[in-house]
């Protein structure tokens, strides 16, 4: 019989995505009233990989990440999952933008080994959590290096990104 153990040291990750600066300062003003104080939080990103926001978002994108909840239960991701998507609701009916959903919000967390990401989504590849949320191994730490799946979106292997992820990942050393 394996012994049970508790789940390793992990940080909340949260990436959020809109056209509008307003919107991401205004997600990272509710996440530190909600959850506390950000220790880091990345430059804004331009997001070129695709074009299937459009629609919903707009075009001319920026995606900016930022870590919160040192001490981060994973076993909380699916309640995450469902305040984001409510978070992304308040904003759009709070603001007068074109697009109907003007904020995107993705909530996850990082441990030593791997960065891991919830979905409302379905796939082969993720596995349900509760109340209509999925998690996703996103990306692999081995190496000395981040590592894609074959799921894994394009703008998670960027560098850029990944270099974000690596100095997240030494928060989560440092706190230990």
Known sequence: MGEIKSYPPCVQIIGAFSRYG????????????EWGEIPLLSER????????????????LWKQFAI???????????????????????????????ESRPLNIDPGYLALTKLVLASTKNREHRIYLRDGVYAEVTLAFRDQRW???PWTYP??????????????????????
């Open 45 to 60: 990103f331009a997001f070129r990989e695709s074009e299937y926001y459009h629609k919903t978002m707009g075009d001319g």
């Open 68 to 98: 919160c909840r040192p001490q981060y239960d994973p076993g909380a991701l699916a309640m995450d999952k469902r305040t984001t998507n409510r978070w992304e609701s308040d904003y759009a009916e709070s603001v007068l933008h074109e």
């Open 155 to 176: 703008d998670y292997q960027r560098g850029d990104f990944q270099a974000f992820f690596t100095l997240a990942r030494k928060y989560l050393l440092d706190c230990r």
């Open 147 to 149: 590592n894609a799946m």
């Open 22 to 33: 307003d919107a991401l300062d205004w997600i990272w003003e509710r996440v530190r009233s």
